[in-house]
């Protein structure tokens, strides 16, 4: 089975531009959520989608935006790219929406960078 | 709120010593609780969790963790390190809402 894949893997961008980074969850997990990890603040959610549907959300500024498709597959949108946004993105799948204790599988990441 | 304190930021061990890398918690009802491991340039790869079914959870790679309410903690431990445990370690916590709330992590060093 395969697990999460992220694309790209790496890429980077000039301040004030925005990115899109692709997520396909473990086949068969309906549930895909998103962390930032940055040496500062460690890992820190960014939003979970379930059914097309955000269900949480984190603190984050409104330029970090999602969405989910009808497969299950997601995508992430950061507009007017920061210095401070370079940073490892992390997707994670689950099998069913957020609740507590759901076992979540990460992908590899994409590893953002901002000059 | 919930929250997870890794003591320690870097371990270092040598090669076939116990690993023991520390986790408290903070949560006003019974946490469902986390390991992962991520070795350099790749993402999250769960270790254990734990579920309540039993204090003493084994896990991937020879790793256990030990739920202990009293004190708060889930240490994760392993008998014997291999170099190929060099890795960061985290401790997460997961919401009510499900999502995890990780604590900063635990560099392991492996030497030889």
């Known amino acids: 089975k395969a697990g999460v894949t992220q694309t790209p893997r790496y890429l980077i961008k000039t301040r004030g531009q925005q990115v899109t980074l692709s997520c396909s969850p473990i086949?068969?997990?309906?549930?895909v959520s998103w962390y930032q990890q940055t040496p500062g603040q460690g890992l820190q959610f960014l939003f979970e989608?379930?059914?097309?549907?955000?269900?949480n959300k984190g603190n984050f500024p409104g330029r970090f935006s999602g969405r989910q498709f009808s497969n299950s597959r997601s995508e992430m949108n950061v507009s007017t790219l920061e210095l401070g946004d370079s940073a490892l993105y992390l997707c994670?799948?689950?099998?069913?929406?957020?609740?507590?204790?759901?076992?979540?599988?990460f992908g590899e990441g994409s590893w953002l960078t901002v000059v | 709120a919930q929250s997870v304190t890794q003591l320690g930021s870097h371990v270092s061990v040598s090669e076939g010593a116990l690993v023991l890398l520390r986790c408290n918690y903070s949560?006003?009802?019974?946490?469902?609780l986390f390991w992962y491991v991520q070795y350099p340039n790749q993402g999250l790869q769960l270790l254990l969790k734990?579920?309540?079914?039993?204090?003493l959870v084994k896990g991937i790679n020879g790793f256990e963790a030990e739920f202990k309410k009293s004190e708060t903690s889930f240490h994760l431990t392993k008998p014997s390190a291999h170099m190929s445990d060099a890795a960061e370690y985290f401790c997460?916590?997961?919401?009510?809402?499900?999502?995890?709330?990780f604590g900063q992590g635990t560099t392991l060093q492996v030497k030889p």
């Open positions: 994670a799948s689950s099998s069913d929406r957020g609740l507590e204790g759901n076992t979540i599988y």
């Open positions: 086949s068969g997990h309906r549930s």
């Open positions: 989608y379930f059914s097309e549907t955000q269900r």
């Open positions: 949560s006003s009802v019974p946490p469902y």
């Open positions: 734990y579920t309540s079914a039993a204090t």
């Open positions: 997460a916590v997961s919401d009510q809402g499900g999502k995890l709330i």
